[in-house]
């Protein structure tokens, strides 16, 4: 399975997690399409390793300096 938009994924931390991972340089998309949407284009398996990655703290530092909340407290 693969979900092409953000909005594709199905629950709502993934698209949470991975909107700020966007924000902040981590995840490279492919822009936006016409309507605005961003073209992540991932299999459910590299959605699944993002958000390992994600929850254990691996992308702190990083969301920290682009001044988002980092996932681990």
Do not use: N, W
């Not at 961003?38 to 398996?45: E, G, M, P, Q, R």
């Not at 959605?47 to 994600?54: E, S």
Request: net charge neutral; no cysteine; glycine share 10%.
């Amino acid at each position: 399975m693969r979900y092409k938009y953000l909005e594709d994924l199905p629950e709502r931390e993934q698209r949470m997690a991975l909107r700020k991972l966007r924000l902040a340089g981590i995840l490279d998309d492919y822009g936006e399409d016409e309507t605005g949407r961003a073209v992540i284009d991932l299999s459910a398996d590299m959605a699944r390793l993002l958000m390992m990655a994600y929850r254990g703290g691996a992308f702190d530092g990083k969301l920290l300096y682009a001044g988002l909340r980092p996932a681990v407290q």
